[in-house]
């Protein structure tokens, strides 16, 4: 019933900049938060920024002053701009959204992820 897709993956060198984009579709009423985590080889999948519906943003220590995430409300979409990309920051990075249907049940969405290689 709800798609998240995202975008704008790839291959940057260290220092280098890359936007990411999530779009939702479906049969959707409401987007409250949503959000952009990413996972590492080997290591467990971990929260790089939130944002609220009325555009509260959180980052993670890690991201803060070099990610920046914002959202359309009218469009469902959700972007994560990073800049000043490090070889840490290699992961495959996934959008999450918590969503109201049309049928009014909610639940947490998950996109299919996109890979970001930071990497000389």
């Known amino acids: 019933q709800v798609q998240l897709v995202e975008s704008g993956g790839g291959l940057v060198l260290p220092g280098g900049s890359l936007r990411l984009s999530c779009a939702a579709s479906?049969?959707?009423?409401?987007?409250?938060?949503m959000a952009w985590y990413r996972q590492a080889p080997g290591k467990q999948r971990e929260l790089v920024a939130t944002?609220?519906?009325?555009?509260?943003?959180n980052y993670a220590d890690s991201v803060k002053g070099r990610f920046t995430i914002a959202r359309d409300n009218a469009k469902n979409t959700v972007v994560l701009q990073m800049n000043s990309l490090k070889p840490e920051d290699t992961a495959v990075y996934y959008c999450?959204?918590?969503?109201?249907?049309?049928?009014?049940?909610?639940?947490?969405?998950w996109g299919q992820g996109t890979q970001v290689t930071v990497s000389s």
């Open positions: 999450n959204a918590d969503i109201r249907l049309r049928t009014l049940s909610r639940g947490d969405y």
């Open positions: 944002i609220t519906s009325d555009s509260n943003a």
């Open positions: 479906g049969s959707i009423r409401s987007i409250y938060t």
